[in-house]
């Protein structure tokens, strides 16, 4: 009986410590989950809500627009998240093992832009770009390119919003990997040195096996970020010329809060929560094996 | 003599390999260069071409007409408060749910820590609508309240302090609770000043993200007096004015605190980045 006193009151003590941080997850996240579902299967007009079923995810399949934003977004997806996985464990490896300070300013450098913002460097490249007056169409007038606006061509502006975005967040992945390649323990180089292995050698057959657990993490967390890519989008091209680099985030919000169409929006949402959702299975799956 | 040879043919490729990071890493730097010198200069200079490498003339013309012509002062403190409180209230209820959730004995624990932990990954932007719509009902558009709340309740800090926590004997709770020491006492007292470096992660890693988060302040905050300084600039950027170098004087106004930030503190970043992927 009292043992029972016990451990009711250790239950409730356990309850009281999680409630405030429950109760946010509860009203800010579980609820807004169900309900984003719900809002997907109706028509929605200011108040008045019309139940219409899978009607919005059938439109959204017949919009060529929201074709061309999940087009574009898996475009983006793959090429910035391959460009920073290979760059990343480039420059990473090049550099863990060097003198502290060569690797601390490799890194700061790297990781600065992502310090300062997507929004603040989307304005400088924004600047840089323009075709009037940016440094970079006056660098390509000067070799003589025939065609100096990058982000009104509809041929160039993915490749140039791809090297943009790679080229500020980088730098997390390359935090990542080094925190990573420093832990490995030294006499594993070490002894594949000894058997005469050359550094190439030990980099692909050692040093990238062993910070696989990195590898996945990176890929996962930046297939994520770049599925919800938007700033660049919005402060760089507003998703045009014609639609040409609009993405699912931008799709939804303009739809959302500029075309009041809160139904398609929501269902965009519940189809973007279920990529993540599974995308981030094999992280979970990972973590609780630990455990 | 084949083994010196290999070593030297080794040296080379990393010396190549290293001498092309370097210069990647001073070119990744040179658009924030072109940011802050742009800000410098005249609405003239800063389209001229060919270009001023360096600006001519350094003038804070620019800085002083974001701060008179825009509410820019609003917005920073705007960005102050939301990070701030933000951040506060994650530390807070983050640490006592991790807590929780590493030391206390209660039923459903390991079920309620599962599903926060699956919410890790998901970002609150997939559900703006709803989350939209529930500020709507709140009444907390257009004000500090509805873009701080939402942020708080990120699994994060729980996960990353919850492996600070793991890593304290139980043993340090027990004695405490002999000497009598009530569950609270011994949390805020006895355990939490042992965690304290992850506190310091924790903090930096989420002020830096609320600070630089866009999308939703964009939504919440509509009115002038109630944007941030992130959603204040990038209206600069879409606004009619043609002078560059003002644009680039806002963008700079908000990357410094954040620069300074990271030369203040950049082994926390190191660190508090490298606790969340190795944890994972």
Redesign the interface.
Known sequence: MKFNKH?LK??????L??A???I??L???V???I??IR?SLYRINYTNEVFVGFENYQKLFQNPVFVKSTLNTVVFVVFIVALTVAFAM??SA??FD?NAKYV??????????V??????????????L?P??G?IP?IAKQMEMSSVNFLGNPKTVLPVIIFVTF?TNVG?AI??Y???MIGVPKELFEAAEVD?A???TIIFKILIPLVK??TI??I??NI?AV??I??VI??LTGGGPNNASTTL?YF??NN??KFNQ?GI??AV??I??LI??V??VP??R???K?D | MSKNKNKRKRETVDVVANVIILFFAILNLFPLYWLFTSSLKNSSDVIKMPPDWFPKTISFDNYVDVFQNQPALQWTFNSIIVSLVSTVAVIVFSSMAAYAFSKLHFKGKNVIYIIFISSLMIPKEVMIVPLFRIIQDLGMVNSLNGMIWPNVATAFGVFLLKGFFDSIPDSLREAAKMDGAGEFYTFYKIIMPIVKPGIGALFILNFVQVWNDYLWQLVVGQSEESKTLMVGIASLMQDLNPNFAYKMAGATVAAIPMLVIFICFQKYFTKGLAIGAEKG
């Open positions: 451990a250790e239950n409730m003590t356990g309850y410590f999680i405030p941080q429950l946010l997850f009203v800010f996240l609820y807004p989950i309900e984003g809002l480039f420059v090049a550099v060097k601390s300013f490799i890194r700061g450098s790297y990781y600065i832009p310090m300062v913002s997507m929004v603040v460097m989307s304005m400088v490249w924004s600047f840089l323009n009037a007056n440094l006056y080229a997390q935090i990542l080094i925190a990573s005469g050359s550094r190439t657990p990195t993490y990176i996962i967390m994520i599925l919800k938007f700033v919005q402060l985030m939804l919000y959302a809060f809160l929006a929501s949402g519940v973007m929560f993540t959702l995308l981030s992280q979970l990972a973590m609780f630990k």
